[in-house]
């Protein structure tokens, strides 16, 4: 990605007076940010946006910090496919943002020694069932900061994701932790150095935590708060959502419970019964070696595809749009194919697993 490109996507997002559905438009049906410039230089009030924009380069580029654009390949393909994707993403960090398995873990900030237990032993035995999982949450007090630490703990990487720039941590309770999730795992937010942690930009943030994800895990939440949030917008982005049940009665379970009895999530009770519902391989279940041989009527581009996910199974469609470089209408098609060739299935998520 080049430094222009991404010094008029930091701009794009600064426009004053211009909100975030018209800017996406612009940017997705003209390619790229710097098309929007050229095309909308006298449209739109500029001046102050390019500043803004070159103090973040200059910023960015002092502290290490990646700025992933739509157009990047880094860029987690799984909100691009979102509605509201942010045009821009600030990342401090090591972790794949489109590993293989990602889930977010959320919840309540007041939780109890039950919901810490259940964080503590879902993230253990997810740890020997799938290893490759990358957890996210939200860096705040509660199931989020023990979802992290207890990732950390099992090895695990966990990104953070951030209501505010990377200028700071809040709450600064968190700042060993965040230091530690730099190392192993990463730092992601939209919003620009200088930007406060207020109230509407946890709400703002939650949409990403969701989209980045296959799966939602609710652990613990009264009737009202940010978990339920993120809960309804992996539902509206299609995503699964599961939750613990809890005490009848008890302020934190009542959330987790009403979902589970409306069925918006599914009641999980561990990390098997969760990994069985989502439908992903566990590591008893992979052997050390498996030789398959292409079936000879395929296609070079079901070829393409059947190679990928004999090397990485379980992906994604655009990320497996990304990796073969076919568009997403063919691939759609080609994926349609090789499922009544009874090679390919898809999963929960919007995965596909190979079953040859």
Not at 63 to 75: E, N, P, R, S
Not at 141 to 157: K, P, T, V
Not at 272 to 301: C, H, M
Not at 324 to 337: C, W
Request: charged fraction near 20%; aromatic fraction near 8%; glycine fraction near 8%.
């Amino acid at each position: 990605m080049t430094s222009e490109e991404i010094y008029y996507a930091i701009a794009l997002t600064r426009l004053p007076g211009v909100n975030h559905g018209v800017i996406l438009h612009l940017y997705q049906s003209l390619g790229s940010s710097q098309a929007v410039y050229e095309e909308h230089k006298t449209r739109f009030h500029w001046d102050q946006a390019l500043h803004r924009a070159a103090a973040e380069m200059e910023f960015i580029e002092k502290k290490g910090i990646k700025a992933l654009t739509m157009q990047d390949d880094d860029y987690p393909q799984r909100l691009k496919e979102c509605p509201d994707a942010p045009i821009v993403l600030f990342y401090k960090g090591e972790a794949d943002l489109n590993q293989h398995h990602i889930i977010n873990i959320v919840g309540t900030r007041h939780c109890t020694t039950y919901g810490q237990d259940l964080v503590c032993k879902f993230v253990s035995d997810l740890r020997q069932l799938c290893p490759d999982v990358l957890i996210v949450s939200g860096l705040a007090y509660g199931i989020d900061i023990c979802a992290h630490r207890q990732a950390l703990s099992c090895g695990f990487e966990t990104v953070g994701v951030l209501a505010h720039g990377l200028d700071q941590i809040y709450p600064s309770h968190h700042r060993e932790t965040a230091v530690e999730m730099v190392k192993q795992g990463g730092l992601l937010t939209e919003y620009m150095s200088q930007t406060q942690a207020l109230p509407n930009n946890f709400r703002q943030r939650n949409r990403i935590v969701a989209g980045m994800s296959d799966a939602t895990i609710l652990v613990e939440s009264a009737i009202k708060g940010g978990g339920l949030i993120t809960c309804r917008i992996a539902q509206e982005y299609g995503r699964d959502v599961f939750a613990f049940p809890g005490a009848v009665g008890m302020p934190f379970s009542e959330g987790c419970n009403r979902m589970i009895r409306n069925n918006t999530a599914a009641l999980i009770t561990s990390a098997q019964d969760f990994v069985e519902s989502i439908g992903w391989q566990t590591q008893a279940q992979k052997p050390d070696a498996i030789e398959r041989q292409l079936f000879p009527d395929l296609t070079e581009d079901e070829q393409k595809v059947v190679c990928l996910l004999q090397e990485t199974n379980d992906l994604q469609l655009n990320i497996i749009s990304v990796k073969t470089d076919i568009p997403i209408g063919q691939l759609t098609a080609l994926l349609l194919s090789l499922e009544m060739k009874g090679m390919v299935k898809p999963m929960a998520g919007g995965m596909y697993h190979i079953i040859i």
